[in-house]
């Protein structure tokens, strides 16, 4: 009885786990809408320059290897980004508003010669600037997306959740901004210091020492 058992498992139960997922992906609607909002300490010019300047990216997003520009318009910009883990993605850039609304379009595929991306949609940046703040600023991403491939709906669905993207975009921009900021006030600190030692040493060789 125990080998029947285990023949049950092995011959049956497990080779059946990937059909069984790939009806519940099913059950899972291709297409999706989420959004995430974030206040960040900065400008808006300063946070709009970041989003653009496209061929810095992987400096700051580590699972960003590296970005290829593909063309470049007035409003648009088309560039291939790959991951650390072979994914890349063709995203276009177009200004809606220049520094309050850029869209992103974008299609990712795992490889070169898969045919069904394995998400493809958009993203929308809005910028808000706090009208009783104005070193900060309310950054909203909405994305609208579509996954094709059942099993892949059926992943973020209980894994990683559809909001994964954005999540991880604004974790990392944050960090960058923060990092920025921290180096902003040590340089400011440094500055302060170094005109105080100035200050000190005009003071001294205005009224120098008598022995």
Request: some cysteine; overall charge negative; hydrophobic content about 35%.
């Amino acid at each position: 009885m125990p080998f029947v058992t285990a023949a049950i498992v092995i011959f049956i139960i497990i080779p059946s786990i990937p059909l069984f997922a790939y009806v519940i992906g099913l059950l899972v609607p291709a297409s999706h809408i989420v959004s995430r909002t974030r206040t960040i300490k900065t400008t808006p010019s300063r946070l709009w320059a970041i989003l653009t300047d496209v061929s810095n990216y992987p400096e700051w997003q580590p699972k960003v290897e590296k970005v290829d520009i593909q063309n470049r318009e007035e409003d648009r910009v088309t560039f291939i980004e790959y991951s650390v883990k072979k994914r890349h993605t063709v995203i276009i850039h177009h200004v809606r508003s220049s520094e309050r609304c850029l869209l992103r379009v974008l299609e990712e595929n795992m490889n070169h010669y898969n045919k069904i991306p394995t998400f493809s949609g958009s993203w929308t940046f809005e910028i808000t600037p706090q009208e009783d703040n104005d070193t900060q600023v309310l950054l909203k991403i909405t994305e609208q997306g579509v996954m094709k491939k059942p099993i892949v709906r059926l992943m973020h669905l209980l894994l990683y959740g559809f909001h994964s993207r954005i999540d991880r975009f604004m974790n990392d921009l944050s960090t960058k901004i923060e990092r920025e900021n921290k180096d902003n006030e040590q340089e400011s600190s440094q500055e302060t210091v170094n005109s105080i030692d100035h200050d000190w040493d005009l003071v001294s060789e205005a009224y120098p020492k008598s022995f």
